[in-house]
């Protein structure tokens, strides 16, 4: 009997699995593969469980990414359901993780048992790179993972990320690639003194705003063909100051940059400390910068997997996907260090949301899409 994406979907939801907590959902996982074939590779670093399971040993190695770990549900009492309790109602399954990313990890396990099925025979292998750290620092995840394949020589073939990739329909987005994320944490030093006496102090805000107003007017690019224009934002201004009188000595301000391919992290860097220094400097104030770079930006150039995917997909959805880099970081960030991938998975409408949910057609038609690319991919 193949394993149905729908069921395993369910156990999944079932297991409250947030951030770092894995709950079982990595051994279910494993139990579900090893009835397959697979031989489960548990991979943890700290706390966090992960898995790479692999059928077959000969190449190619064609690789699914996915995340069993999943945000919290906020208060449960604003759910129709209990989170995880996952429910089917109006022909949709509802459930924490229902499309971030449990359902699309269940739907590639069911396609795979159906490819099995169907061919007895396996030129190449099917491996799963799968981390219960993803929607938290990310650290003791994918990312040590890719390094440990790394230095085992485990080689990759392609790679498909299953998260959500389609704004409001199945079929509609495949992601190539990412745009990159700077924040910057950004304290401008002055002098303190009374608010009646300014001559005898160094108001830093003064500094601040024009600093701030500055690299929000800085055009950093018009965008490139695969890539939205990159874009700041400031999230927090700050003087922490609770009385009136008193000239502040110091502020406090961060932004966030999405970057596209035409920079990167210390590009930007070089850029910004440039504008701090010499504004900081004409205003006799002094300054400190801290950075935290999530990720640089990439674009995985589509090769002929990638358009067999997206002719796959139009076949079964009837709409072909446009190849995006939008939206927010992922762990193919990492991935695309040992090999070329692209992300496709569920409509991510609802994910992170009260009430995140799944229609039952999609997962079906998603399933379908999996053992399709498989099919193709092993012709
Ligand atoms: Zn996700």
């Keep these: 009997m193949p394993i149905s994406e729908l069921k395993l979907a369910k156990e999944l939801i079932r297991r409250p699995s947030i951030t770092p907590k894995d709950a079982g959902t990595i051994n279910l996982l494993a139990k579900n593969l090893r009835s397959l074939g ?85 030129k190449g292998s099917i491996s799963l790179l799968i981390t219960g750290d993803e929607e938290g620092l990310a650290i003791n995840g994918t990312k040590k993972v890719v390094e440990y394949l790394k230095r085992k020589k485990e080689k990759i073939n392609f790679c498909i990320v299953g998260e ?41 805000s003064d500094v601040m705003v024009q600093i701030l107003k500055k690299i929000k007017e800085v055009k950093l690019d018009n965008g490139t063909k695969n890539f939205q224009a990159s874009n700041l934002e400031i999230t927090k201004i700050d003087i922490d100051n609770h009385v009136d009188n008193i000239i502040p000595g110091s502020v406090n301000a961060v932004f966030n940059i999405r970057f596209n391919n035409k920079h990167s992290s210390s590009s930007l860097k070089r850029k910004l400390n440039a504008i701090f220094k010499s504004m900081v400097k004409r205003a006799k104030c002094k300054f400190n ?91």
């Excluded at 987005?173 to 009374?194: E, P, Y």
């Excluded at 992922?330 to 995140?356: N, Q, W, Y």
């Design 164 to 204: 959500p990739t389609n704004p409001n329909k199945l079929g509609e987005m495949i992601k190539i690639g990412r745009r990159g994320s700077i924040t910057g944490r950004l304290s401008v030093i002055g002098t303190q003194g009374h608010v009646a006496y300014p001559h005898r102090a160094n108001n830093p």
């Design 289 to 379: 910068i801290s950075y935290q770079v999530s990720g640089e930006a990439f674009l995985t150039k589509p090769n002929k997997t990638t358009y067999m995917v997206q002719n796959t997909i139009k076949k079964i959805t009837k709409i072909k996907p446009k190849l995006s880099t939008t939206g927010g970081t992922s762990d193919a960030r990492f991935i695309r260090k040992i090999a070329p991938c692209l992300e496709f998975g569920l409509v991510g409408k609802t994910m992170h949301k009260v009430d995140e949910s799944v229609p039952l057609s999609d997962l079906k038609k998603l399933s379908n899409i999996y053992l399709n690319i498989l099919e193709n991919y092993f012709k």
């Design 38 to 122: 697979f031989k489960c590779n548990l991979i943890n670093f700290k706390n966090i469980k992960n898995l790479y399971a692999k059928l077959g040993r000969s190449s190619p190695n064609f690789c699914y990414a996915g995340h069993t770990d999943v945000v919290p549900p906020g208060n449960i009492s604003d759910w129709s359901v209990n989170p995880f309790r996952p429910a089917v109602k109006k022909n949709k399954l509802i459930g924490r993780g229902a499309n971030d990313m449990k359902a699309s990890i269940a739907c590639f396990v069911a396609a795979v048992s159906k490819f099995k099925a169907k061919n007895k025979k396996l």
